[in-house]
């Protein structure tokens, strides 16, 4: 499939609660290839976006589709399933699985038979098993979490915590991958790390969509940036398109919140 078409687009996404409208007819496009970062002031509508395109909520008015396909009206569990997969701003991972575990059970829907079946000691189910160990020891070694792997996270600090998250996000090899403010609680070495791992894991195949407050994240990792403001887009190009851009300089990058 030709690259420049495998891209998540929103078409005039507005959505309101309780007649207030918290995103304004926003058209944006993600592509296959980039790292996209999404940033703005609090209240701005990242969250509210975010959620839209996940599936979480859905817009009362505009279209969002991938690679020309509707998702309109589709699940995160739907969505998930075609590869459009995000990433928690909160630690989502079990305590009393091994990092391993947990990765493995973002692999899970990749299978015919599932989670279940790969714990049944018949042929397919043990066959299944090593495959998705497999695609796990794949995922944390593209993070550097190899040496990890059987450790339990309550032995692991928030920094590889939020890495262990990430591989369980990328095990299934998605098309998209959402990232829900990575770096929050991170001190500054273990945002470093972070970077890096984020900048590897790019791939012309692959869209990467970063919320973040984190600018120096921002602006160090992605190719593009959208700035909304008020529900509204007010910039969208490269870091020093928008670092040098007035309307971001007056109502976020001269604010105090970053
Ligand atoms: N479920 C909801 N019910 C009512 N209002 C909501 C809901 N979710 C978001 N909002 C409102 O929508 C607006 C945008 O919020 P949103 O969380 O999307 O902003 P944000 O840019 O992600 O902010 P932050 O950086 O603080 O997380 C805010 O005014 C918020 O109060």
């Known amino acids: 499939m030709d690259i420049a078409t495998n891209s998540l687009k ?36 990242k969250t509210s976006l975010f959620n839209c395109l996940t599936g979480a909520y859905s817009p009362q008015k505009g279209t969002i ?23 928690f701003q909160h630690t989502a991972l079990s305590p009393d ?3 391993l575990e947990n990765v493995m059970i973002g692999v899970a829907r990749n299978y015919r038979s599932g989670w279940l079946h790969s714990f049944l000691p018949t042929r397919r189910g043990r066959d299944e098993m090593s495959e998705m160990r497999a695609d ?9 979490l190899a040496g990890a792997a059987d450790k339990m996270t309550s032995e692991l600090p928030p920094g590889m ?7 369980r996000a990328i ?44 600018m120096d994240l921002v602006m160090s990792i992605c190719d593009r940036i959208y700035v909304l403001n008020f529900g509204a887009f007010v910039a969208c190009g490269t870091p020093d398109e928008v670092r040098n851009d007035e309307d971001v300089v007056r109502i976020y990058l001269g604010s105090d919140d970053d």
């Open 171 to 214: 095990v299934g090899r998605p098309a998209v991958l959402m990232l829900d403010e990575p770096a929050a609680g991170l001190n500054n070495l273990e945002t470093r790390d972070l970077m890096r791992s984020l900048r590897a894991l790019a791939s012309p195949e692959l869209v990467m969509v970063v919320v973040e407050h984190d």
């Open 97 to 99: 699985l091994t990092v």
């Open 10 to 45: 929103g078409d005039g996404i507005a959505l309101s609660f309780g007649g207030i409208e918290v995103l304004k007819g926003l058209d944006v496009e993600f592509r296959a290839g980039e790292i996209s970062g999404l940033i703005g002031p609090n209240g701005a509508g």
């Open 136 to 144: 796990a020891e794949r995922a944390l070694a593209e993070l550097g």
């Open 65 to 87: 589709t991938y690679a020309g396909e509707s998702l309109d009206g589709l699940s995160p569990a739907a969505r998930a399933s075609k590869g459009i997969v995000r990433s």
């Open 161 to 167: 915590l939020r890495l262990v998250e990430i591989a």
